[in-house]
């Protein structure tokens, strides 16, 4: 039928979206502003780092791991894009994609390894790595920090750059990604088996998937994205020092689960992991909005989580007691 | 850059001033200026005002900036210093303890030891050279503010966080200066960004979707100013509302001349290097720095020609002087 059923988009997508806009349209009851091109424009601009990283762990999250090591290497990703920059004055916008990625993949490859191949807990390595990472982002920095005046203009110019008035770049490449990714996870064997080993990772080894290629490539994308994410800070904030990013990784675990992506694998999809980075920043730009404190925003974010997954548990046992009432009729 | 830009606290001096020992006025001046971080922009201004100072006075300086921003990489560069026979330390403290043992066997030896920008423990030096008064600081924000929006109007204020106590401070000078002698200016709202880009751009944001009236939003954050100039020029409040706070000029360049309406304002950094060699002549010439004394600067002293040793916070201390307003102007003049 139309392209949302073809994208494995469920009824739990839907609802999450009606609450969006629920949410949405409550704060623009109380202030206006908050509905105007520049607010949708904000909203979206300020959703893009998340998202992009949002998506970047969608797979992962779906196959039962996790991977909380994504926060430094935007850090590090945004750092030393910054530094070529500055090294480089000729550097243009795309330079700066090709050195995020490349750093995002490297990270990837040793966190793909160490998970897929030496089968050791994705939650233990990619803490350490979280670690590593950071730790390398203050050795490399020495304390030096970029502002504007060191980046390429096209690339603060990239970053302003809004379409239709309220697109934002940055969240065009959101759009193109989720999309890309949805298709994927659907319709290609290698995203397909993505669920079937979240959904029981013993069995999925049993029948011979390719365990090891699928868990280490998710790894490799969840990199990518991250140190894309890197690029995306840059040209948001056009600052960076050595603790940018600094513990916001759990901020995107939640943004995911609360997108409807169940932490027990298996279930789950990139479209809602982008609702859920929008329902987010939403309600925290709404609470700004309405004067309420930014110390608001972590026990708002906890209270969603809880929300979210209470709302998994619910579904989780409504369909089993379906499905076991089915097969008792069908035994019947 | 936040650490370079966070006071320290200032301790009691008096104690082991050893300068009056060896105060020969006919020896030569021969400094070792030492940072916190050889390489960044900052400290460089900073040389620049050593530099400019022990030309006047033919002294021999040096710049001894160490590599990596560890009190260790100090210790090193101190006992260098004082093996290569400099008899005056000039030193912004990483930190202050770990310094004091090394900074005291330099003072044992006749090295005369002053600290500028942050300071260690009273007995590792002379004198500490303290950045602007918060006093200063607050009414170069209120002039400041005053100023962008046209001296009436509602400005909001973005801090880090409530209970942070140098951003308080500046804050409640800034508003007695506002009632004082701007009382046309009224501040609506003040809000928190943590310093963090992130929270900092979305409470901008909230801000001015808040108060829509608002006319300037004063950020004494080096994060907030940058975040929420960097927001309004990316948005349809670009010149409409202003930006200013405290920042270093490079980190605000871009928005202060970009239309923004954006200004900064923090001490000047190549005349704070200047001051600390003359403090420091003053020490190593036999000098009074007990609260109350009067110390000398030089001629080419962008500030005021002579300074009073004050009680700090917590200690005696020189200060600099009030700030210095970063506008499209002058900026261009100013690099660190």
């Keep these: 039928m139309n392209l949302f059923s073809k994208l494995k988009i469920s009824s739990r997508e839907a609802s999450l979206a009606v609450i969006l806009f629920i949410t949405i349209g409550v704060t623009g009851l109380i202030n206006p502003r908050f509905l105007t091109g520049d607010g949708t424009k904000d909203l979206l601009t300020s959703t893009s780092v998340v998202a992009i990283l949002a998506i970047g762990i969608t797979p992962i999250v779906v196959m039962r791991h996790i991977d909380i090591s994504i926060a430094s290497t935007v850090g590090l990703s945004a750092w030393v894009i910054a530094d070529f920059c500055k090294k480089n004055p000729d550097f243009i916008w795309w330079q700066c994609f090709v050195i995020g990625a490349i750093i995002g993949l490297a990270v990837g490859v040793l966190n793909?390894?160490?998970v897929a191949g030496l089968r050791l807990p994705s939650l233990v390595v990619t803490l350490g790595t979280l670690y590593i990472v950071r730790g390398a982002v203050y050795v490399v920095s020495n304390s030096i920090d970029y502002n504007a005046q060191?980046?390429?203009?096209?690339?603060?110019a990239l970053g302003q750059k809004v379409y239709f008035g309220i697109l934002p770049f940055t969240f065009l490449l959101v759009i193109i990604a989720v999309l890309a990714t949805a298709f994927f996870m659907k319709y290609t064997k290698s995203g397909r088996d993505a669920y079937a080993i979240g959904s029981n990772p013993p069995a999925a080894d049993l029948v011979g998937l390719k365990v090891f290629r699928r868990t280490f490539l998710a790894f490799?994308?969840?990199?990518?994205?991250?140190?894309?994410?890197?690029?995306?800070?840059?040209?948001?904030?056009?600052?960076?020092?050595?603790t940018a990013f600094y513990g916001q990784e759990l901020a995107v675990v939640a943004a995911v689960v609360i997108g409807g992506v169940t932490i027990m694998g298996g279930s789950g999809t990139v479209v809602g992991a982008v609702i859920g980075a929008l329902l987010v920043q939403t309600i925290q730009g709404g609470l700004a909005a309405l004067g309420v404190d930014a110390f608001w925003k972590p026990a708002i974010n906890g209270l969603l989580l809880i929300i979210a997954i209470f709302a998994d548990r619910r579904i989780a046992v409504s369909s089993e007691k379906r499905l076991l009432a089915q097969?008792?009729?069908e035994r019947v | 850059m936040k650490k370079v830009l966070s006071v320290l606290a200032a301790a009691v001096l008096l104690a082991g001033c050893s300068s009056s020992s060896d105060g020969d006025s006919g020896e030569a001046l021969k400094i070792a200026h030492i940072p916190k971080l050889g390489t960044i922009?900052?400290?460089?201004?900073?040389?620049?005002?050593?530099?400019?100072?022990?030309?006047e006075l033919g002294a021999e300086c040096a710049y001894k900036g160490p590599t990596e921003i560890t009190a260790a990489a100090q210790v090193k560069e101190i006992q260098a210093a004082v093996q290569a026979g400099y008899n005056v330390l000039i030193v912004a403290a990483n930190d202050k303890d770990a310094l004091v043992p090394a900074l005291k066997d330099a003072m044992a030896k006749g090295v005369t030891v002053v600290t500028y920008d942050s300071d260690v423990a009273?007995?590792?030096?002379?004198v500490f050279v303290n950045q602007a008064s918060s006093e200063g600081i607050g009414q170069a924000l209120a002039k400041s503010a005053s100023d962008l929006a046209g001296g009436a109007g509602d400005i909001a204020i973005l801090s880090t966080t409530p209970d942070a106590t140098n951003q308080?401070?500046?804050?409640d000078f800034m508003k007695k200066e506002l009632a004082a002698n701007y009382p046309n200016i009224k501040v609506v709202a003040t809000a928190y960004g943590l310093d963090k880009p992130e929270e900092s751009t979305t409470e901008t944001q909230g801000l001015i979707q808040k108060y829509p009236k608002i006319k300037a939003i004063v950020a004494p954050t080096s994060v907030g100013i940058v975040a929420a100039a960097k927001y309004v020029s990316g948005s349809a409040s670009k010149g409409k509302v202003a930006v200013t706070g405290l920042g270093l000029p490079n980190d605000m360049k871009t928005y202060i001349k970009d239309g923004s309406n954006a200004q900064a304002s923090l001490w000047d950094v190549e005349n704070f290097g200047y001051v600390?060699?003359?403090?420091?002549?003053?020490?190593?010439?036999?000098?009074d720095v007990a609260v109350g004394a009067k110390v000398p600067s030089g001629p080419g002293d962008k500030g005021d020609a002579e300074r009073t040793v004050t009680a700090g916070a917590v200690g005696n201390e020189i200060i600099l002087g009030p700030a210095t307003v970063f506008t499209k102007d002058n900026v261009d003049e100013y690099d660190f």
């Excluded at chain 1, 060191?150 to 603060?156: G, T």
């Excluded at chain 1, 490799?220 to 050595?242: E, I």
């Design chain 1, 150 to 156: 060191e980046m390429p203009p096209s690339l603060l």
């Design chain 2, 41 to 55: 922009g900052y400290f460089q201004a900073a040389d620049k005002g050593v530099q400019r100072a022990c030309a």
């Design chain 2, 276 to 287: 600390s060699v003359y403090v420091a002549k003053h020490v190593r010439g036999g000098g």
């Design chain 2, 122 to 126: 009273q007995d590792g030096r002379s």
């Design chain 1, 112 to 114: 793909g390894l160490l």
């Design chain 1, 220 to 242: 490799v994308f969840s990199g990518f994205m991250a140190g894309v994410a890197g690029v995306f800070y840059l040209m948001r904030f056009a600052q960076v020092d050595s």
């Design chain 1, 327 to 329: 097969r008792i009729r």
């Design chain 2, 168 to 171: 308080n401070v500046w804050i």
